[in-house]
């Protein structure tokens, strides 16, 4: 059936209300347009690594989440759904467990792209049926922003200031989407919540119903670490998709597809600006730094057209 | 009837795990426990156990996989050494607050550094605050009845803590030894049906694990985890009644050896026993009142009776097979004389630190530790914090 905004938002929430997430943070936007895919009926057992997600959404004794949950460590959440997938296969093979189960972990870009690469990687690798979601908001936001691999180069965090000498982050972001796509995993793909959430939703159900590992990169700005205003949340998402500093796009079986290319290609400047990490950037005599970011922005759009094909 | 055999340590526990046949298991190689999974991967694909085998890409991910199996209703086992116990650190705790029965064989290894693959007990000491149970088996038929016994304490309502099974690298997990092994249906019917109350997977009841606690309730958490951890030592005393009668082998919180009348006695954990025993066996022949006290259950420590196994010696030494390294002396050695503190005076109480990294502990390094408890009874003045067979 064709995706419905109306029809979708019917659907029973599964991270409820009353958690403790800012106002304007993506990542619960995130989760639920992520858990709108999977079918009301069906049971899920959602993990999540330590970060921000977890420590707002399950503080003893209240919980948000209406499935089975776990949180065990930071670095971790592939491994410890990985022992969850297990028991499934074990209990299900001995008729313990009946039901059709899905498995979902959860994890910023500290728990995945740094500290819990290694597990998640070897999670995938290993093919468990599950599905991996990142909620990348560029930075250790819940220990107070500092820089992760998935910064932007020049963005000012905690541990990479924009000094008198250095202009913020001296390195360009991690890969993780591509990293995850030559796992050679059924499915892998990048996106973000915004507009009807009709490319995330959609690409939640395919990851969730796609027998094997799928893993999914979901932009998730944070307003505190990106300094912007909490009702600009979709706003700036918007401009991360239209400059094509986040493009959204999925890998399955191998096959490449952009799923949204902005009729017009926005500077990537307009993204920067919405965000008060990147205000160092538009001091006069520092135009050099934002030409690098575009050159590489543009660098990376043209080799993800090439592997569209 | 029993079945004999001659199998290495490692072999008679991967046996063991497969007569048990647990739901998960979760493994990574470090020497020398690498053969307990590579043992058991050949019993999953040869079909003989119904068990998901998960390869893990690290230690780390190993706990954490067997956290999560355990968490989702799974009986779950791994194993591991040294190193690779030390990779697992932050999930020790977490399994063990998380009051997740999980069985370890945990086969004694010196931590780096340096670099060591030999036994010492310094991964399994520096561990033993995690919140796990640990037992210790001095050869390879305790490391088999131990692990058995170790799925019925860790599940017990009462304990639900996970358990490690310690015993000696290379000594007891490579050399090969007359085993007794149990049948596999009684094996089964001593272990059960794992039925947790409250498990991940139960659509039933979803549940959430591992919350964020704050001041508010942390503390009364690790109370009630240290509640569980005291009755813990009813429960393992209940399982070894029962096993007793399933084997006529006698298990308890430690082992005592010709302790009723000895004067000077030692204390030891794992394969050591066997070479104590051996020289106190010697000494017995010359007259000298010499015994042993062979602790099999160091966590939960068995403060009240330990003592009153001691209580009558004139000088006892503890030989620790890992260095505090705190100027001070060893560990057991350290819970040890806490024990006696308060309770029982004129027990002469020495330390000893030996084998660190392999290094061979021979019948005459014994004979020296009892000829110093020998001159200590009868009034010499020692050193409390001594060192065995190393080159100063």
């Known amino acids: 059936m064709a995706y419905n905004l109306k029809e979708a938002m019917k659907k029973p929430e599964r991270l409820a209300g009353g958690h403790k997430m800012c106002a304007g943070c993506g990542a619960p936007v995130a989760v639920r347009a992520v858990l709108r895919g999977l079918k009301p009926e069906d049971h899920a057992v959602i993990c999540s690594a330590t970060g921000c997600l977890e420590v707002c959404t399950f503080m003893y004794p209240q919980t948000a989440w209406e499935d089975s ?11 410890t759904l990985s022992g969850v997938e297990a028991a499934y296969n074990a209990l299900k093979r001995k008729d313990k467990v009946k039901d059709e189960i899905k498995f979902i972990a959860f994890g910023g870009d500290g728990g995945t792209y740094d500290i819990g690469l290694q597990s998640l990687s070897g999670a995938m690798e290993r093919g468990h049926d599950m599905v991996y979601v990142c909620y990348d908001n560029g930075a250790y936001m819940n220990t107070g922003i500092q820089r992760s691999s998935a910064t932007p180069k020049y963005a000012d965090t905690t541990t990479s200031p924009s000094g008198d000498v250095i202009p913020g982050k001296q390195q360009f972001r991690k890969d993780l989407t591509l990293i995850m796509a030559n796992h050679h995993l059924p499915y892998v793909a990048q996106t973000a919540p915004f507009g009807n959430f009709k490319d995330i939703t959609e690409k939640a159900e395919k990851a969730i119903y796609t027998k094997g590992p799928s893993f999914i990169n979901v932009l998730a700005p944070c307003p505190r670490g990106w300094r912007y205003d909490t009702p600009d949340l979709i706003n ?7 400059t094509c500093f986040w493009p959204l796009y999925e890998i399955e079986n191998g096959k490449c597809t952009i799923t949204y290319k902005p009729k017009e290609k926005k500077p990537v400047a307009e993204f920067l600006k919405a965000q008060g990490r990147f205000k160092h950037l538009f001091k006069s005599g520092n135009e050099k730094f934002i030409e690098d970011i575009q050159s590489e922005v543009d660098k990376r759009w043209e080799e993800l057209q090439r592997l569209e094909g | 009837m029993a079945i004999r055999d001659r199998l290495s340590g490692n072999e008679v526990v991967a046996i063991a795990m497969k007569q048990i046949n647990p739901d998960v298991v979760a493994a990574f190689p470090i020497t020398p426990s690498t053969e307990i999974p590579q043992y058991f991967s050949q019993f999953v694909s040869n079909g003989v156990v119904n068990t998901e085998f998960v390869p893990v890409e690290s230690e780390h991910s190993a706990m954490s996989a067997c956290i999560g199996a355990e968490a989702a209703g799974a009986r779950t086992m791994t194993a591991t050494s040294s190193n ?21 064989s945990l086969v004694n290894r010196a931590v780096s550094g340096p670099l060591n693959i030999h036994n010492d007990h310094s991964d399994s000491m520096g561990a033993r605050d995690s ?3 640990q037992i210790y088996g001095e050869n390879n038929q305790e490391a ?3 692990v ?3 799925i019925r304490i ?4 009462d304990v639900l803590l996970p358990v490690m099974n310690c015993y000696d690298g290379f000594i007891t997990s490579h050399a090969v030894e007359n085993v007794e092994l149990i049948e596999d249906e009684k094996v089964k019917t001593f272990v059960g049906e794992y039925n947790p109350e409250d498990y991940l997977l139960n659509t039933a009841n979803p549940i959430a694990m591992g919350p964020l606690d704050m001041p508010a309730f942390q503390f009364e958490h690790k109370r009630q985890q240290a509640e569980s951890m005291k009755d813990a030592k009813k429960v393992i005393l209940e399982v070894a009644e029962d096993f007793y009668k399933l084997t006529g082998r006698k298990y308890g919180l430690f082992e005592e050896y010709m302790m009723e009348d000895a004067e000077v006695a030692v204390v030891v954990l794992n394969s050591t026993a066997g070479t104590a025993k051996f020289v106190i066996n010697k000494l017995r022949e010359q007259g000298i009142k010499a015994g042993l006290v062979k602790i099999r259950v160091y966590r939960p420590f068995p403060v009240e009776e330990i003592i009153n196994a001691l209580s009558k010696c004139k000088a006892v030494a503890v030989m620790d097979k890992a260095d505090s390294l705190n100027a001070a002396g060893g560990p057991v050695f350290t819970d040890i004389t806490s024990a006696f503190y308060g309770k029982i005076s004129g027990v002469k109480v020495i330390n000893y630190i030996y084998g660190l990294g392999g290094r061979d502990v021979k019948t005459n390094d014994i004979e020296k530790v009892f000829n110093d408890l020998l001159e200590l009874k009868d009034g010499k003045e020692m050193p409390v914090y001594n060192y065995l067979g190393v080159r100063e």
């Open chain 1, 69 to 79: 949950f776990i949180h065990t460590a930071f670095e971790n959440a592939g491994a």
């Open chain 1, 236 to 242: 700036v998402i918007k401009l991360a998709i239209d």
């Open chain 2, 84 to 104: 690779g116990m030390s990779l697992m650190w932050e999930m020790l705790y977490i399994a063990s607050a998380m009051k997740l029965p999980i069985v370890m």
């Open chain 2, 131 to 133: 919140g796990w149970i």
């Open chain 2, 144 to 146: 088999y009845d131990n």
């Open chain 2, 148 to 150: 058995i016994q170790a």
């Open chain 2, 154 to 157: 860790a599940e017990h309502k």
